[in-house]
C-alpha cells in the first residue's frame, strides 16, 4: 500500500487548505480506518484527525475541533483533510495513515502505513 499525501502550502493566519491522501493501488484501504498526524520541528508525531472505514465516524485532537474536517470518498480512494482559520501553531508536516483495523484512534500505533508527509505553514 501506498499513501500519497498532497495539498500543503503556505498561508497566512486565517487561511485554509485542503489535504488529499490518495492511496495505491485501488480500494486497497477502503476497508480500514484513515488518520491524520503532524509533526512540527523538535516536537513528536501527534494525532490530528481519523475517521472509520465507512467514514461516518470521526475523532479531532481538541485543538482542531471545529476547524478541521476529515472524510473520506472510498471510490476515489482518498481521504481529505479540511484545514480552516489555520493558525501559526498548526505548522508541521502533516501524514496520513492507514489504520489496522476499521477506525485507527489517536495512537501511532493503531495504524501500519504512512505516507510521506506534506508540509503546511501558517505564518502570523
Known amino acids: 500500500v501506498q499513501l500519497q499525501a498532497s495539498g500543503g502550502g503556505s498561508v497566512q493566519a486565517g487561511g485554509s487548505l485542503r489535504l488529499s491522501c490518495a492511496a495505491s493501488?485501488?480500494?486497497?484501504?477502503?476497508?480500514?480506518?484513515m488518520g491524520w498526524f503532524r509533526q512540527a520541528p523538535g516536537k513528536e508525531r501527534e494525532f490530528v484527525a481519523a475517521i472509520d472505514w465507512k467514514g461516518i465516524n470521526t475523532l479531532y485532537t481538541e485543538s482542531v475541533k471545529g476547524r478541521f474536517t476529515i472524510s473520506r470518498d472510498n471510490a476515489k480512494n482518498t481521504v481529505y483533510l479540511q484545514m480552516n482559520s489555520l493558525r501559526p501553531e498548526d505548522t508541521a508536516v502533516y501524514y496520513c495513515?492507514?489504520?489496522?483495523?476499521?477506525?485507527?484512534?489517536?495512537?501511532?500505533?493503531?495504524?501500519?502505513?504512512w505516507g510521506h508527509g506534506t508540509q503546511v505553514t501558517v505564518s502570523s
Open positions: 495513515a492507514a489504520a489496522r483495523s476499521s477506525i485507527g484512534g489517536t495512537s501511532v500505533r493503531g495504524y501500519h502505513y
Open positions: 493501488p485501488p480500494r486497497t484501504t477502503s476497508n480500514n480506518g
